[in-house]
């Protein structure tokens, strides 16, 4: 397939996830939408990694891999925090740094 | 010494004194703050008598002498320096000047010896000279103008000198308001004369020099100026209608009467028009114009000086009277009359003034006619004093007051014309100054002593609680109002010997200028007015002849007059204000002009002071520029308030707004 | 045939992001996402990408995504409001996400770059083996395979830092919970609580309870 295709549905992924980052309240699906994202963009990379013919492209996707996951344990730690702490888990409602 | 370092030493003296005083006045103590001021004064006096034997050792064309200290100001069309201009006007006004400043001075080391404000009457008194001498010492406009403001500001503080007694700041207020009006008057003068069109150098010599050249004959910016410059004058000078501010000067201390409203400052009108006569004489409609303001003047305040109750207030108007003598007598062009007239009038004035201030410490700080009477056992020398200089006053031969008045009324008549008719008015004045001046005189002294002069002849002076002696407010002694003690010149030999000097150069003051035996005046005098075409020798000797006698005569009736009113027949008074009501009511309101300008000038600016505060300030200010531009900001922060709502979804809506700003923005950078 | 597992994996990742986006439940949107990776992972394999397809599947879809499911487990889905984003976002945002769509496709279909409607240059054998992406990541990036090691140890130690109770803001674990301690003491001998291994189960409120004549609550029969 032309390199194109895949770029397009990178391009297309990437659009679903921010409007979910924008759509959802609670703070678990923004994240998971934060992970779409991140995947476009690491399907992007390796397209353009299988157009340049050299493997850096590979290893950026790697290394964003890595990101998402260090991302992830830190988010999800601070969502159990915020559930401990019995707040509600709604973006919406969080508005204050108080606390 | 030459003169201009005589000259420079008169004008510093009293400068240095007020430095003195002022800089050091926690360290004074007792009488050194009056010492010190006295003594600044008499070096002055002393430097004004060298100046003048110095200016009369060269020779008869080189009298004006122009000394500068410093460039000044050299600016936008303006370029004066620091200058003196001496001559024998100049010179004769600062020896004058300074000779009745000196004894005023002595008198007040006696007479305010009790007030709590002692060091910084003296500093006041010391800044006034200053300006004084500053203001006859000229030598351009700027310095004129200059000490001209200075000599109002000392008005106002030594007015208002009893600082706590609300009818003396309100009295220094009306002074000084009026002054400055004076002021603008005198500035806007200066303008028409020296710029737009004008003669186009601030010094005097050179705009006397130029006038002929730059002006026709009563051309218009000329004579506008002129009058602008007459409006000075009248302001400083108590003349209608800008007089109202005299009788309430009076609220200041004794020596300040004598000194400021008697003998120096009043005068200054008259030096400005008498020093300004190339412009006058070019402009001889501006003349005629003072001539008649100041006939007006010395009717009208005669008139009020009937019926005036408060003693220091006949004075007053007596003062505004003769002074309107001098503007009359320099405006149409008697020089040595109206000067010789300021010399004689200064010394009876001040000294009328002292023993006025004399009685009424008798009289415990009360000022009223109506409860005075009596005195004469009780205080001769006050008595003697007064008398001497009422009699100078209502020009008896052979007083000092004489020969000066009939020199003006001489040259005057001299004149022909229309200036009869001033010829006239000005003896019917001078009956008119007879009879007041020992209406005051008889009534103060003769007749049963009152309850304060029986306790004199005792030997102890009255006391009372102390009051405003004009509305009767309770007071106290402390600093802002007088003093506990009063002070009368038979106790005190600081005030006997100020009075006793006075009293002599009344008496024979009138030597230096007998009409056709000395000329001792106006050959000192003639430099300054050399090619005038009015300062003539009088020549006529019929007219002179009629015109001393007629003095004479007039001031022997005037005295007879009052005597018969109010010593001889003591009902008469009485009788004559119920049968001619009207013109007394007329003459007690001072004329109305009080009321007038109140009416006038006062009420409206207080309305509109009173709309503006309560209606511009809340609607215009306090609403559309406070409110507007407070409303504007917070309106803006709201807006700006709303992005941070803390809402993260919309800080993701904006972030994903950015990144597709960015995006377009490289795609468009791409084609 | 490639074109076909190209647009079945293609249309699989859709899915699976709109699903994540669309679900009600969060669990489900987890599975959605699931799906998304698997799908991924083929795209890659269609890119001749093996060892990050396989690291895909095993590191996101195994690890993190099961990370994802005990949270979701720990926290439930039924925080899931019922009132849905306002009119004014939901418009907002899809202005936005569209404008950004189209921006990008116009980025791409009208890219000067030639190779983008091609389909790749000849490549080496080893392209995309674990061989080639070994050597690179100690070669030529060395410092970026580094510094992703010390950003998981940062996440490691943030994620033990954010797991720890802070006394006074969380509640008191149970006071009758066996500790370490317990297994080294030796039991005391006495009630038959410390010889079974826990202490008493009733608090000092519960002994004031039963003072007072009420019966403490929960700490019943055995």
């Known amino acids: 397939m032309a390199i194109g295709w895949y770029l397009v549905v990178s391009a297309l992924i990437f659009c679903v996830g921010a409007a979910g980052v924008l759509l959802r309240r609670n703070p678990l699906v923004i994240l998971l939408c934060l992970e779409l994202m991140l995947n476009a963009g690491n399907l992007a990379l390796i397209a353009f990694a299988r157009m340049s013919g050299t493997g850096d492209g590979q290893i950026f996707a790697i290394i964003v891999m890595v990101v998402a996951a260090c991302e992830v344990t830190i988010g999800l730690g601070i969502i159990v925090a915020m559930f401990r702490r019995r707040l509600p888990i709604d973006v919406d409602e969080l508005r204050e740094l108080q606390g | 010494m030459s003169a201009t370092t005589a000259a420079w030493i008169a004008l510093a003296a009293p400068l240095v004194g007020l430095l003195v005083i002022s800089l050091g006045w926690r360290v004074w103590s007792g009488r050194a703050a009056g010492v010190i001021g006295t003594l600044a004064i008499a070096v002055s006096f002393a430097a004004a008598i060298l100046g003048i034997a110095d200016l009369q050792s060269l020779g008869e064309d080189e009298r004006q002498l122009t000394s500068t200290a410093w460039d000044y100001a050299n600016t936008v069309g303006v370029d004066a320096s620091v200058t003196l201009l001496v001559d024998p006007l100049a010179l004769f006004m600062t020896l004058v000047i300074s000779g009745v400043s000196t004894l005023i001075h002595l008198y007040a080391t006696g007479y305010m010896a009790s007030d709590r404000g002692y060091v910084r009457f003296f500093a006041y008194l010391n800044f006034f ?354 003093g506990p003690e009063h002070h009368i010149a038979e106790r005190t030999p600081s005030m006997k010997v100020a009075m006793a000097v006075l009293a002599v150069l009344a008496t024979i003051g009138g030597v230096v200028q007998i009409p056709d035996v000395t000329h001792v005046l106006d050959s000192f005098l003639e430099p300054t007015f050399a090619g005038s075409a009015k300062f003539d020798q009088p020549t006529d000797t019929t007219l ?74 809340r609607v215009v200010v306090d609403g559309v520029f406070v409110g507007g531009t407070t409303s504007l900001v917070r309106v803006g922060s709201a807006a700006v308030r709303a992005a941070q709502s803390g809402f993260l979804r919309v800080y993701a809506a904006l972030l994903l707004l950015g990144l597709t700003g960015v995006a377009l923005w490289l795609l468009l950078e791409s084609t | 045939m490639t074109e076909v597992i190209f647009f079945i994996a293609a249309l699989g990742a859709i899915a699976g992001a709109i699903g994540v986006v669309a679900l009600r439940n969060p669990f489900y949107s987890v599975l959605a996402l699931v799906c998304h990776l698997l799908a991924l992972a083929a795209l890659f394999l269609g890119l001749q990408a093996q060892f990050v397809a396989a690291a895909q599947v095993v590191v996101y879809a195994g690890a993190v995504m099961v990370l994802y499911v005990f949270v979701v487990s720990y926290i439930g889905g039924a925080e899931q409001v019922i009132r849905s984003p306002g009119p004014g976002l939901r418009v907002t945002a899809a202005v936005f996400v569209g404008v950004l769509f189209v921006e990008l496709s116009i980025a791409m279909l009208g890219s000067g770059l030639k190779a983008v409607s091609t389909d790749g240059p000849g490549l080496n054998a080893d392209y995309g083996q674990p061989e080639q992406i070994g050597e690179l990541l100690l070669t030529k990036f060395l410092l970026p395979f580094e510094v992703a090691s010390f950003l998981l140890l940062i996440a490691a130690v943030g994620a033990v830092v954010l797991a720890r109770r802070r006394r006074g803001l969380d509640p008191e674990p149970p006071a009758d919970a066996l500790t370490a301690g317990d297994l080294v003491r030796r039991p005391a001998p006495g009630t038959m609580a410390e010889g079974v291994g826990t202490r008493s189960i009733l608090t000092e409120q519960d002994e004031a309870d039963q003072a007072a004549g009420r019966t403490p609550i929960g700490k019943g029969g055995w």
């Not at chain 2, 049968?579 to 001072?590: C, D, G, M, N």
């Open chain 2, 129 to 482: 000279v200053f300006s004084m001498l500053l203001l006859v010492l000229a030598g351009n406009f700027l310095m004129l103008i200059v000490g001209w403001a200075f000599v109002g500001a000392a008005s106002y503080l030594l007015i208002s000198f009893w600082y706590r007694r609300e009818t003396a700041t309100g009295a220094g207020i009306k002074a000084f308001v009026i002054n400055v009006i004076g002021d603008v008057g005198l500035v806007l003068g200066t303008y028409f004369i020296v710029f737009d069109g004008g003669t186009g150098s601030l010094d005097l010599l050179t705009t006397f020099g130029e006038v002929g050249r730059t002006f026709a004959e009563n051309e218009g910016s000329l004579v506008a100026g002129c009058i602008l410059l007459l409006v000075g004058a009248f302001a400083k000078s108590a003349q209608v209608p800008f007089h109202t501010w005299l009788a309430d000067a009076m609220e200041g201390p004794t020596p300040v009467s004598a000194l400021i409203h008697a003998a120096t400052m009043v005068t200054a009108g008259v030096y400005l028009i008498g020093r300004m006569w190339p412009l006058f004489e070019q402009a001889p409609a501006a003349a005629d114009v003072g001539a008649v303001v100041g006939c007006a003047t010395l009717l009208i305040a005669a008139s009020i000086a009937l019926t005036q109750t408060d003693l220091k207030r006949v004075i007053a108007y007596s003062t505004m009277s003769q002074i309107g003598y001098m503007i009359m007598a320099v405006s149409a062009g008697a020089y040595v009359g109206g000067f010789f007239h300021f010399m004689t009038h200064a010394f009876f004035k001040a000294l009328l003034f002292m023993a006025a201030g004399s009685v009424i410490a008798a009289m415990a700080n009360v000022q009223n006619l109506d409860r005075m009477g009596g005195f004469r056992k009780a205080m001769p020398f006050t008595f003697g004093c007064f008398v001497v200089g009422g009699l100078a006053l209502s020009a008896i031969p052979p007083f000092s007051g004489y020969f000066s008045k009939d020199e003006i009324l001489l040259l005057i008549g001299e004149q022909g014309g229309w200036y009869w008719v001033l010829y006239v008015l000005g003896y019917l004045g001078a009956l008119v100054t007879a009879i007041y001046t020992f209406r005051m005189i008889f009534r103060t002294f003769l007749g049963d002593p009152v309850p304060e002069a029986r306790e004199l002849e005792e030997g102890h002076l009255h006391h009372a609680e102390p009051s405003n002696p004009a509305d009767g407010t309770v007071e106290d002694t402390d600093v802002g109002f007088p």
């Open chain 2, 544 to 617: 002179l002849v009629f015109g001393l006698v007629l003095s004479a005569v007039l001031g022997l009736t005037g005295i007879a007059i009052a005597y018969l009113i109010w010593v001889r027949r003591p009902g008469t008074a009485a009788r004559l204000r119920e049968r001619l009501a009207p013109v007394y009511e007329l003459s007690f309101h001072k004329w109305y002009f009080d009321e007038l300008f109140d009416l006038v000038f006062v009420r409206p600016s207080a309305a509109i002071g009173r709309w503006a505060s309560s209606t511009f300030e």
